[in-house]
């Protein structure tokens, strides 16, 4: 058991709408909005976190999914990884890294799936024994259709992370792939207009998408809300 430094991850905003304009946390707000979780368990990829610290359990999605966001884009450009985590890496030995990065790499206005992402790249290059397999992916699609369901319609307040507890899965998650997959694609996919911004339309959105597309549950949750995004916001 140890102490772990984590991320509240649920205040971001829109920076301007257009067609490269998405929610943004930038990377000083990310590592400003750091908190000590408690004593808690390392916390492996790929296992559902439905209790814990409500920051630790934001923290937590929104790791998992900047990385799932990079293996969904890697696999669907076939383009080189930015970066490739070792075995059984914890999710909480990256938010440590995370905080101890930033002692010598502050953090600037860059978003935060970027600042995440190059950080990534930095800490854990690939190597030739470590290129022979993907990172494997945190979060299903019938995962995030679990954690977001009591969600949707809801009016949901990102700055009180409290009030939503375990549901930080759902809002961490989303909000770590939305912002990342922006960073990732070198022309935007989709766009976010001033009235789809906010997190409640953004929920309702991926989880009505799921409950429709069967076929996308047991894939990278990550490419699901892609795939949601361009269906239902596609650029004009």
């Not at 969904?72 to 930015?82: E, M």
Request: proline letters at 6%; aromatic letters at 6%; a negative charge.
């Amino acid at each position: 058991m140890r102490r772990i430094i984590t991320l509240h991850v649920l205040m971001f905003y829109l920076a301007g709408a257009g067609a490269a304009d998405v929610p943004v946390l930038s990377g000083r707000e990310i590592l400003s909005h750091c908190v000590i979780a408690g004593q808690l368990a390392p916390m492996p990829w790929g296992v559902k976190v439905t209790t814990g610290d409500a920051s630790a359990i934001a923290c937590r999605a929104f790791l998992g999914a900047v990385n799932d966001a990079h293996e969904f884009h890697v696999s669907s450009t076939r383009i080189t990884p930015r970066y490739c985590l070792p075995p059984k890496i914890s999710m909480d030995s990256v938010a440590i890294m995370l905080e101890q990065r930033s002692l010598t790499i502050p953090p600037g206005d860059e978003s935060a799936g970027k600042y995440i992402l190059d950080a990534y790249a930095a800490e854990y290059p690939c190597t030739e024994g470590t290129m022979t397999g993907m990172n494997a992916f945190s979060m299903t699609g019938e995962a995030l259709l679990a954690a977001c369901l009591p969600l949707v319609d809801m009016p949901v307040d990102i700055h009180d992370i409290t009030a939503h507890g375990e549901r930080n899965l759902c809002l961490g998650y989303i909000a770590g792939a939305v912002d990342s997959l922006a960073d990732l694609q070198s022309e935007p996919a989709w766009c976010l207009a001033d009235d789809h911004a906010d997190m409640g339309r953004l929920v309702n959105t991926v989880t009505r998408y799921l409950q429709t597309h069967a076929e996308t549950l047991a894939g990278n949750a990550a490419a699901v809300i892609d795939a949601a995004l361009k269906e239902t916001l596609p650029c004009k």
